[in-house]
């Protein structure tokens, strides 16, 4: 777990029991439900939520993800999952990693992309990029 | 799998295998899962449907589960979700039975109690009942 | 909240945004996800765990669900999921309450009843009962 | 919906209303649930299937899922899925693509890269490879 200082917001994800399949780990649909649940709370962090923008009209609209799995999770896991952003002309992307609390192993390596819409169009996403500057160089 | 008559609606749902856990078995939420599926397919049928009862202000909210587990359901089955209706006062009650369709066994026996919201408040649902008609003595 | 002493266990759950559906609230079937963890995290306080009761091949079984859907969940909210248990024969039946932390107010009410499987067939959950003993009267 | 021919396999599922989120669209996660279906309805398809895998000992391990989001599908919608898969060395490569029924629209285009794993260790999945091996050039 080196490297910390590139990441921008971390959270912890206990494994529930509900989210493994019948090999007994973590099912992979399941990360991605622990990669939206980061960001929504990194945007909380930064004063802002995903009701909040949707009560605003704007859209946050996942338009690419990839995920490189690592190693798996299992029952009593804790899952610590750590991002840092980049700005990419409009679109935004997350880097995130999920690491095994115990073991400290890398579980799941993901870069998600997303554009911000309106009224069914993509925005520059000024005000996305208002919370987010404190972390966008 | 007698009495086959008391019942308004059937349709089949094969299992999924991220929906078994870790026992290899369809986890006990996604029985939910199946009934909410096999209701709104039932609405489907009758000519309605559950986005346009939205799209009206209409919510049809459910108050009360009671599920009997008799059996499991695994990789590879197909459950048979059969269901039928009754209106008591302003309460819409869906008996629902979950069969395995190789062996016959019941697999779930449930009773989803249900009442039409508008604007936050209870209705008679009458509207609803227009298109169950058929099936309320 | 009153009658807080009846309870022998309590933990608190974000909603996570992905458990909503299209109506803004949490979906019925994440409720049962809510009321097994707290199940199972309640079975880690008292110094056992699901992992460890199927390695030594005993398997709860949920026989019979009961949810009463007293008010919604929305974004942001936290569940506060209590429970307390009681042994009837050879049935573990767990009385849950699932509370908004922010309002108090009742958002589930629900009993479950379980039964510990060895080799396909019912016990008398001896050894789960010795962990509950300073819960069971 | 071009080029059909370089497809191996096509199912079709039916969005279910649970599987929508707050925006009543299908969730993005939901997808890689649709994805791992079809390829295991395509195992089923050759004579295979996930379930006899792990009781020979064999587990197909996702290693990289690569999904681009191309446009929404909604209530009452069908998927489309559709698969070809290469080999490329120990690795079995999934290209699917899901299509909205009603339009034709591409929905999601997804690259799924997965390894067969014997106590742990990669193996190079001749099995697998065996039952594929009409559409393995």
Redesign the interface.
Known sequence: MTEDNKYHFTIEIGV???E?????IV????Y??YL??AR?QFL?KVGY???QM?AEGL?P?????????KSSL???DVAVCRLWIERKGIRFVFHQDIYNKATGALAVQAIVTSVVVKNGWPTRGEQLAEFFKDYLS
């Open positions: 529930r029991d509900y493994l399949d019948s090999e007994g099912n992979n649909a399941v991605q439900h939206e649940h929504h909380c939520s995903f009701a949707e859209t609209v996942v338009s690419r993800v990839e995920i490189n799995y299992r029952s009593g």
